[in-house]
Structures are given as structure tokens and as C-alpha cells.
């Protein structure tokens, strides 16, 4: 775990069209100084630039996709693959500039995320990182599914996913997660979807971009109709475990702790971070001791202005 904030060290952009949307995108990636957190500019139809921190404050919607800002108005949807990045490859301040309202899918996953971002590479700030440590268990359950938060001395993820079709069904993983292994298992497993619901997302205005090249779907036969298979043997579970690490971003400070999540989705892990965060008593703030001190976590006192970054969003 890092002591220390970093930003990037370059200026990174992308272009893209939104899986829901199918509208293109442009979505700049820009340096940004410490305690700034990750910032969206989202401009609106006037050409006016809004700021939308991502933190679960901020979170408005968890259908389908992670939505930040307003719905109804100014707002980023699925940007969990593009935080997910962020977070493992450990970006803790960033200014994303975006025309469009929703982060462009690129090929379903974060490693287009990735490779940009290892292309201009990061630099470390003189700002000390603030982590939240997980105090005691918190639990919840939605749908049949299930999340909680565990002490642990890491940073570790539990995924478990349930499905009656075929080419899914019950599958796990476990890791500890660091930049090296979201890069190698996790950044390539591609978001995905099932014929049967595709007609009826339509309808409903979504899934306008989804396509075969960026979504995994299985077939009406339950069988993965992809020309080229599947990236890894369980590309399912290790998606739901990338957009785990993306919704967890979105705590504002790194984690210190296990989550485990069975069945879960956007909506879920929101649940869990919020039931979290909503519990002093379940979490402390807290920054690393200083290099020549390695022999075990410590923790120091953090400012009553840091707060609310970490302010629950109710879902």
C-alpha cells in the first residue's frame, strides 16, 4: 500500500460511444492536485462545465450501470470500468473532462483505461493517501444476494456469482487486489448480457451501443455467442469483481478491508459501501506511518473537513 497520493503525469483522452447511449463520447483524463479526489467536468447543453465528485454521495442510480449527478439532469452513467481503473492502478486525484453522459464503453472492460493511463504513468504527490480501515462486519441483503464489509489487513475481494444459465452458473474469486493483478485477471473481463434481454432494453432507450464487440452475451441457447469465446474461463465472475472495485471506489478513500458480495451488482455494492459509511463505529480514517516504520499499519487522526467526501448516499 502506498503512502503517498499520485496523480497522472500526463494528460490521457479516449473516444468511444456509450453502451446505453450509443451516442460518441470524448473523455479526457488530466493531472490534478492532491486532496482533489476524482472529478468529473461534465458539460451541459449551454457548453457549461459541472463538477460531480465521485464519491457515494453523489451516486443517483444503480439499475444497470453506476450514475453520478443528476438523472434528470447533468450527470455521468457507467463509469465503473474507468474507476475501476483508476483505483487499482492507485490514481488518487484526477480531473475527467467529459462530452457526453456517459463513459465510453470501449470494448467492455478497463483495458483501454489501463493502457492509457500506463502510457503517460503517475507521479507521486507530497500528500500523505487517507485509507478507511474496517472496524466490524456490516452486512447487507437485496434480491437474494448479499455484501458485507470484513476487517482485513489489506485489500482484498470475495465474489461469488449465481446464474441458472449454463455458461455462467455458480463461479468465485478471491484476490487481494494491487495495480499488477487488476491489470493481469481483472482488466480484460468484459461487461455482458443475455439475448433474451435485449428487445426489452430497447424499448427501453438502453443497451443502444451494446454490441458483440463490447459484450460478452449469451445466447437464447444459454451458450456465449461471441465469435471468439471468452477471454478467461470465468470472465463472468471476474467482471462482477471489476465493477465491485469500481463501485468501491467511489468510498473516496481506499479500503482496508474485505468485501465479500454473493449475487451482487451496482445496486448492492452500493449498499454495502453506504451501510458502511453510515456507521462510525464500523470504520476509522486513517494514513500510513512513515517509510522507515514498516512493521505494521498505524494510524493518525485525520481533519473534520475530510469528512464529508465520505458522507452515504441513501439507495
Known amino acids: 500500500m502506498k503512502i503517498y497520493q499520485h496523480t497522472l503525469a500526463g494528460c490521457v483522452s479516449f473516444d468511444g460511444i456509450g453502451v446505453h447511449s450509443g451516442v460518441p463520447v470524448r473523455l479526457s483524463i488530466h493531472p490534478a492536485d492532491a486532496d482533489t479526489g476524482i472529478v468529473f467536468h461534465a458539460v451541459d447543453g449551454q457548453g457549461r462545465a459541472h463538477e460531480i465528485r465521485a464519491v457515494s454521495a453523489n451516486v443517483a442510480a444503480t439499475d444497470l450501470s453506476t450514475v453520478i449527478g443528476d438523472p434528470a439532469g447533468v450527470h455521468v452513467a457507467t463509469i465503473e470500468h474507468l474507476m475501476a481503473a483508476l483505483y487499482a492502478l492507485g490514481v488518487d486525484n484526477a480531473i475527467v473532462s467529459i462530452e457526453g453522459r456517459e463513459i465510453p464503453i470501449m470494448d467492455g472492460c478497463s483495458a483501454a483505461f489501463v493502457a492509457g493511463i500506463d502510457s503517460v504513468g503517475l507521479v507521486e504527490q507530497g500528500t500523505k493517501r487517507r485509507y478507511i480501515r474496517v472496524l466490524k462486519s456490516v452486512r447487507v441483503d437485496h434480491n437474494g444476494g448479499s455484501a458485507e464489509y470484513v476487517p482485513h489487513q489489506g485489500h482484498r475481494f470475495e465474489i461469488d456469482i449465481d446464474f441458472k444459465a449454463e455458461a455462467i452458473g455458480r463461479q468465485r474469486i478471491e484476490f487481494d487486489l494491487d495495480a499488477d493483478l487488476f491489470r493481469r485477471e481483472l482488466s480484460r473481463a468484459r461487461t455482458f448480457g443475455f439475448m433474451k434481454d435485449v428487445e426489452r432494453l430497447w424499448a427501453a432507450g438502453l443497451a443502444l451501443g451494446s454490441s458483440l464487440e463490447n459484450s460478452v452475451v449469451v445466447g ?84 473534520a473537513a475530510a469528512a464529508p467526501a465520505f458522507s452515504p448516499q441513501t439507495l
Open 220 to 303: 437464447d441457447d444459454e451458450t456465449v455467442i461471441n465469435p471468439g469465446g471468452l477471454r478467461y474461463e470465468n470472465e463472468f465472475v471476474r467482471h462482477k469483481a471489476l465493477d465491485a472495485v469500481g463501485d468501491q471506489s467511489l468510498a473516496g478513500a481506499r479500503i482496508i478491508g474485505c468485501y465479500r458480495s454473493y449475487r451482487g451488482g451496482h445496486r448492492i455494492n452500493a449498499m454495502a459501501l453506504g451501510e458502511l459509511l453510515s456507521d462510525s463505529r464500523a470504520y476509522e480514517l486513517m494514513e500510513l506511518p512513515a517509510p522507515r516504520r514498516r512493521a505494521g499499519l498505524r494510524h493518525a487522526p485525520l481533519a
